[in-house]
């Protein structure tokens, strides 16, 4: 019996096993407000708070991914606190400057060769820090799958005129939401455009919805190769046997998939996790891609760790595991200036003809690369 089993004993007696592995039973069941969380988890006056003001603080946890919170920081990641009310410097709704990107409804380009489809709002559970909440959280339902369509015209469109687009990035909200024929169609479309060489998906689903990827979510996919998934975890405790099974699912249906975390106060900013998460991934065949900075969106301060830190975190992994278990850690930058990665300074001077390098152990080193070509 897994955690999620017993929890679904203890909490959902009278549901069977089979509803509480239907994706759509878990959509249907989200837990949203504070009577529902309450019954589950202990809350704190501010949670309770917080939970009680659903239109300021929208709420959405599936019922398995609320099995993993009562003891774990993740819960901080799900449970509205008070604190979002607080605006700091620098803190937007749309802090990646999104909106003047846009090149039809739900397509930014801001990359020369590469664009991002946000092509639903609907998400199966809301991260407190998520860079879109802008978007997600005002959509308590998916849209009908011919409004989905009719408004993702512009946007293959855009791309059928731009040769220069090799990569199409699909997020949202969360892309796996949708149904196997709305996916098919949408990724059918995508490759009906010859000059689109590879397309991606945004996911959180493998996370907080494990159940979703099914073999004939699998069979869909794969008609439509090359497709990469991008999955965000968090936390080593999201790595349970059911999104452990999922991760393998996806590997063996030969989608190549990476993760982005967000580095969290709190929640995964030290070494032991990030470690552990990034040794459960690998071990499930997902490659670490990103460690992002969290993104100042409006009330998320209490979320941001100091970009020094995040760099002694990284000097923490770089070296001292599998280069393979190291992901970039990047700022995504507020108006529009996309992703820098940021690296510490390995490169510490010159000593005539040989550069200064510093190791892992932070030993310095000289490398002979000449000033004048000797040759
Ligand atoms: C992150 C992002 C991409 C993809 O960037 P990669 O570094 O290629 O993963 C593309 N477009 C936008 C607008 C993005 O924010």
Known sequence: MTQADLFRKAFFPH??????????WQLANRLTTAEQISRILTLTKDEQNALQQAN???????????????RSPLRKTMLPSTMEKTLSVGETDDPLGEEPCMVATGLVHRYPDRVLFLTTEYC??????????????RHAANCSGNGLKQRWRAAFEYIRAHKEVRDVLVSGGDPLTMSDELLDYLLASLRAIKHVEMIRIGSKVPAVLPMRITPALMKVIRRHHPVYFSLHFTHPDEMTPETVRACERIANAGIPSGSQTVLLQGINDDAET???LMHALLKARVRPYYLFQCDPIAGSMHFRVPVAKGIELINALRGHTSGYAVPTYAIDIPGGGGKIIINDQRCVGRDGDFLLLKNF???????????TDQK
């Open 15 to 24: 549901v069977s096993t089979a509803e509480w592995r239907d994706w759509r």
């Open 56 to 70: 300021v603080f929208p709420t959405a946890i599936t019922p398995y991914y609320a099995s993993l919170l009562e």
């Open 124 to 137: 199966s559970a809301y991260c407190r820090y998520c860079t879109r909440s802008r978007l997600v959280g």
């Open 274 to 276: 990030l470690k552990g």
């Open 361 to 371: 152990e932070n030993n310095i080193y000289r490398y002979p690369d000449p000033l």
